[in-house]
């Protein structure tokens, strides 16, 4: 493997241009060109950055001649989710409802320029991320590129198809209620959801309130390691905190130690049965887990409801976003189905949910008493095929789409109410010939535990790092 090839690491990149031996302009220059290949078909990107990339990636090939540090992302193609804002261009959301380009980078962003990394361009999503599907009336579908008649996921979905076919060695994604885990599930990749308030939004002081986190979609435990180190910490403006932990990548170096893993197959939400398909990847995983030696078990998790907690964060999130665009006329029809249903939470409404979701956190913090992780399928279902927001000229309403996420997020959104760090984790492929994925769950503060045990498991099990056909 050689730093221009499609299945190049984010480590890999940075340190072959920081020695030299390939520049960041030639390290561009082979993405741009997969990105002009395949991207037509997939629709992972919403705008290519073509010329402010190539500045970029000259700054750092100048930094570099002039023997300076490049940073420890140096020359690294990265695309970021239409949700965060890029200087120079629009923060859609997804959607129509913004025209004006931004003037600034959000921190994250900036930090990762700091880095060395060169923005390739922006990924899309469903309006406002509010399903996780990744299709839009203004951006079409995205599609996912181990099949191309199957979603990718969402609501990172962009990120994620780029990622997976070979575009960008890594992208950035939020989960909101699984956006990270559900596309990283659908395209093979390894996806942590972070601890509530590990990286920032900042200038916003909050994504969906208490809901919604930020983080990459990665090909392996180290990349997705590597770029939360660049990227995670706070900011002043932001309205809740996370604890200090220590460097990911030493996490993700260090073996985890003997621990106790419980699984279960018990989804949060009722009436969602799992696909036998993704059951016997959890099995599987579970044995292999066995077999490294860690003490596994089936547990009842004893899950809380989330509901309460969930839906008026939901809605407040959707409708926070909605108050903000320039064009709210433009909104696509559901979404602005979905903000006049949610006009019930007023903010005394939505103050409550928060507090609720301290409740919920301790109930769903029990099951780490009597082990250290929890294992599950990441999704209850088998990646869906495109066209979920189909129904004529009018498209679905809320309710229908909300029946469709069900399967998807049944085992995800509970740790986004909790706070908690999971992980979505390859597992191999399918008899459908599409990826399997299993979930891991850690404590509150759990990333290093997650990242390391997360590492043992690509050793143990190697993981396809691209969509066969990429």
């Excluded at 980078?105 to 309006?127: F, N, W």
Aim: proline content about 8%; overall charge negative; hydrophobic content about 45%.
């Amino acid at each position: 493997m050689n730093a221009l090839a499609p299945d190049a690491g984010v480590s890999q990149i940075a340190a072959a241009v920081s020695a030299g031996e390939v520049s960041a302009s030639e390290v561009l220059e082979a993405s741009l060109q997969r990105v002009e290949q395949r991207d037509a078909h997939l629709n992972a990107f919403t705008v290519v950055l073509r010329e402010q990339a190539r500045a970029e990636a000259a700054a750092v090939d100048a930094a570099i001649a002039a023997g300076l540090e490049p940073g420890p992302l140096a020359g690294v193609p990265i695309a970021i989710k239409e949700e965060l804002a890029v200087a120079g261009t629009v923060t859609t959301f997804g959607g129509r409802g913004n025209s004006t380009p931004s003037d600034h980078d959000s921190l994250l962003v900036a930090r990762l320029r700091a880095a060395g990394a060169v923005i390739v361009g922006k990924t899309a999503m469903p309006e406002f991320g509010a399903w996780p599907f990744t299709e839009s009336r203004a951006h079409g579908i995205t599609r996912n590129p181990w099949a191309d008649d199957r979603t990718p996921g969402g609501s990172s979905g962009g990120t994620a198809a780029a990622v997976a076919a070979g575009l960008v060695p890594i992208g950035i994604g939020g989960d909101g209620g699984g956006s990270i885990r559900i596309p990283s599930a659908c395209c093979g990749l390894f996806g942590l959801k972070p601890q509530r308030a590990r990286v920032t939004g900042a200038p916003a002081p909050h994504l969906w309130w208490k809901l919604g986190t930020i983080g990459p979609l990665a090909r392996s435990v180290r990349d997705s390691a590597l770029v939360y180190d660049v990227i995670r910490g706070g900011a002043p403006s932001d309205l809740f905190a996370a604890g200090e932990v220590g460097s990911f990548v030493e996490a993700a170096e260090r073996e985890p130690g003997r621990l106790r893993v419980g699984w279960t197959l018990k989804p949060v939400t009722p009436g969602v049965r799992p696909d036998p398909i993704d059951v016997e990847a959890v099995h599987a995983t579970a044995r292999l887990l066995a077999d490294l030696g860690h003490d596994v078990r089936e547990i009842d998790p004893a899950y809380p409801d989330p509901t309460a907690a969930f839906v008026p964060q939901f809605f407040a999130g959707i409708r926070s976003e909605a108050d903000e665009v320039e064009h709210f006329d433009r909104l696509e029809r559901t979404t602005r189905q979905t903000y006049r249903l949610g006009s019930w939470v007023t903010p005394r409404v939505r103050d409550w949910a928060l507090r609720r979701t301290e409740d919920v956190a301790r109930a769903a913090n029990r099951v780490f008493d009597d082990v250290d992780v929890l294992l599950t399928p990441t999704l209850a279902t088998r990646p869906p095929r495109v066209g979920q927001l189909d129904g004529g000229l009018l498209g679905v309403n809320t309710a229908t789409m909300a029946l469709r996420a069900a399967p998807m997020i049944a085992y995800a959104a509970l740790w986004n109410v909790a706070g908690n760090p999971a992980a979505a984790i390859p597992a191999g492929v399918g008899v459908d010939g599409l990826p399997l994925s299993v979930q891991l769950v850690g404590p509150t503060g759990g990333e290093p535990l997650l990242l390391s045990l997360s590492a043992q498991i690509e050793a143990a099990r190697p993981w396809t790092r691209l969509a066969p056909s990429a």
